[in-house]
């Protein structure tokens, strides 16, 4: 079963930035598309931000131009920048695999523990 840590989030000032690290294991992670997801109070968690297994990205609009996803397969590591921080991009942020694009917008039966990004005006 899939294994996520995510890591690196805290506490920044509107302006400031931040990088996120998600290690997975019990996949082969190479054959898999990543992605990160935000979860603020009150609302669903949604995907913000993809990566195929060959290194194409996509990025929903409230993130892009500011935020930047990477991978390295020989670390069974996701990445994701976030620059330009804003008051709502306040939440907590999540990673996940799936077999492609298509599949990240699916359902998942599991998630890690997830890292707080709080940004402060």
């Known amino acids: 079963q899939v294994q996520l840590v995510e890591s690196g989030g805290g506490l920044v000032q509107a302006g400031g930035s931040l990088r996120l690290s998600c290690v997975a294991s019990g996949i082969i992670f190479s054959n898999n598309a990543m992605g990160w997801y935000r979860q603020a109070p009150g609302k669903q968690r949604g995907l913000i931000a993809a990566?195929?297994?060959?290194?194409?990205?996509n990025y929903a609009d409230s993130v892009k131009g500011r935020f930047t996803i990477s991978r390295d397969n020989t670390k069974n590591t996701v990445w994701l920048q976030m620059n330009s921080l804003k008051p709502e991009d306040t939440a907590v942020y999540y990673c996940n695999a799936a077999p492609d694009l298509y599949g990240l917008g699916w359902d998942f039966g599991s998630w890690g523990q997830g890292t707080q990004v709080t940004v402060s005006s």
């Open positions: 990566i195929t297994s060959g290194g194409t990205t």
